[in-house]
């Protein structure tokens, strides 16, 4: 079997070792042309979107029930009360519900900041990180800090916090969903981290480490 000639414009890296000069054969035990080795962070690899994707779910799935409750508790008791005591009037109801998902709202990203940052600091991974074998590290300390995690949850949820004004909120829903789904999107085409917007704006990245 004929040697393979290598291809033109192509130099060989001296890393990989040597290469018999053309006309005497190629031999390379290097990568072929074009090819790029993983990006490493603290010499692991980046997290793969959807590993990302499936922790996030996780996560979401955990905090469903303290949710639900805030949302029952804060928008449909006041409402079941107003209903028990027949209240003809509409401007109750209105304020009712406007006050009441405002309030739920604002607890629910309460208890997501305590989760997200405060839990994190203390154990290292979120829970739905952790099963997934994910981690977020600063780009320069492998340790991000309370700090860089308060700026990462500001950078995910603080468009959310718009819709806690009543009327203004619901205004604006739209806008902030779009952000949300463009924030979680950006990761899948950035380069060379893949990072989303609230990983650039703390200087993190998701990195895969072992479960």
Same mark, same amino acid.
């Given at each position: 079997?004929? =040697?393979?000639?290598?291809?033109?414009?192509? +130099? #060989?890296?001296?890393?990989?070792?040597?290469?018999?000069?053309?006309? +005497?054969?190629? $031999?390379?035990?290097?990568?072929?042309?074009?090819?790029?080795?993983?990006?490493? !962070?603290?010499?692991?690899?980046?997290?793969?979107?959807?590993?990302? @994707?499936?922790?996030?779910?996780?996560?979401?799935?955990?905090? *469903? /029930?303290?949710?639900?409750?805030? =949302?029952? /508790? @804060?928008?449909? !008791?006041?409402?079941?009360?107003?209903?028990?005591?027949?209240? #003809?009037?509409?401007?109750?109801?209105?304020?009712?519900?406007?006050?009441? @998902?405002?309030?739920? *709202?604002?607890?629910? /990203? $309460?208890?997501?900041? @305590?989760?997200?940052?405060?839990? #994190?600091?203390?154990?290292?991974?979120?829970?739905?990180?952790?099963?997934?074998?994910?981690?977020?590290?600063?780009?320069?300390?492998?340790?991000p800090g309370k700090r860089a995690l308060q700026r990462r949850f500001l950078a995910q949820y603080c468009v959310s916090i718009v819709l806690v004004i009543p009327i203004v909120g619901l205004l604006v829903g739209s806008v902030v969903g779009m952000y949300n789904y463009l924030d979680l999107l950006w990761c899948l085409w950035d380069k060379p981290y893949q990072q989303c917007l609230h990983? &650039?704006?703390? &200087?993190?990245?998701?990195?895969?480490?072992? #479960?």
């Amino acid at each position: 079997m004929s =040697t393979p000639t290598p291809p033109a414009g192509w +130099t #060989q890296p001296e890393a990989y070792g040597p290469t018999l000069t053309p006309g +005497t054969g190629w $031999v390379s035990d290097g990568p072929p042309p074009g090819y790029r080795p993983p990006v490493l !962070v603290h010499g692991h690899p980046l997290a793969p979107p959807m590993d990302r @994707f499936l922790a996030h779910l996780i996560d979401i799935a955990i905090l *469903l /029930l303290p949710n639900l409750i805030c =949302t029952v /508790l @804060f928008m449909f !008791v006041p409402l079941g009360i107003l209903i028990a005591a027949q209240v #003809q009037e509409p401007w109750p109801y209105v304020l009712a519900y406007l006050g009441g @998902f405002s309030l739920a *709202l604002l607890v629910n /990203l $309460v208890l997501l900041y @305590f989760y997200e940052v405060g839990y #994190q600091v203390k154990h290292g991974q979120t829970y739905g990180k952790k099963r997934m074998g994910i981690k977020i590290v600063g780009l320069e300390n492998e340790q991000p800090g309370k700090r860089a995690l308060q700026r990462r949850f500001l950078a995910q949820y603080c468009v959310s916090i718009v819709l806690v004004i009543p009327i203004v909120g619901l205004l604006v829903g739209s806008v902030v969903g779009m952000y949300n789904y463009l924030d979680l999107l950006w990761c899948l085409w950035d380069k060379p981290y893949q990072q989303c917007l609230h990983d &650039k704006y703390a &200087k993190t990245v998701v990195i895969k480490v072992a #479960q």
